[in-house]
């Protein structure tokens, strides 16, 4: 079965940092293009940033340009999202998910999530 499990959430204050994890399993992922989602409480669900799996190119949000970074290791099938400068409005779950149609993706429309990790940023 594929498998797409984040780990790296907690909880920092306005201005600090996180790191986390997805690492994926269950089959080749050759081809797709891996994201990060969030949702806060009460909100709709947010695409944050994507990667292509083979190229590495990347797309982020406007709402977290120049603070989040999303990168990928194809030889330990991981992806990460590294975040800087955080603020309470980037309090949510953070979802990992991957697409077979890159465009499809920043849409939310994928293939696979994962189970979410919780960021919380408080002042």
């Known amino acids: 079965q594929v498998q797409l499990v984040e780990s790296g959430g907690g909880s920092v204050q306005t201005g600090g940092s996180l790191r986390l994890s997805c690492v994926a399993s269950?089959?080749?992922?050759?081809?797709?293009?891996m994201a990060w989602f969030r949702q806060a409480p009460g909100k709709e669900r947010e695409f944050v940033a994507a990667?292509?799996?083979?190229?590495?190119?990347?797309y982020d949000a406007d709402s977290v340009k120049g603070r989040f970074t999303i990168s990928r290791d194809n030889s330990k099938n991981t992806v990460w999202l590294q975040m800087n400068s955080l603020k309470p409005e980037d309090t949510a779950v953070y979802y990992c998910?991957?697409?077979?149609?890159?465009?499809?993706?920043?849409?939310?429309?994928?293939?696979?999530w994962g189970q979410g990790t919780q960021v919380t940023v408080s002042s």
């Open positions: 269950g089959r080749t992922f050759s081809g797709y293009a």
């Open positions: 998910a991957a697409g077979i149609n890159g465009v499809q993706v920043v849409r939310s429309r994928v293939d696979y």
């Open positions: 990667i292509y799996w083979d190229s590495g190119r990347t």
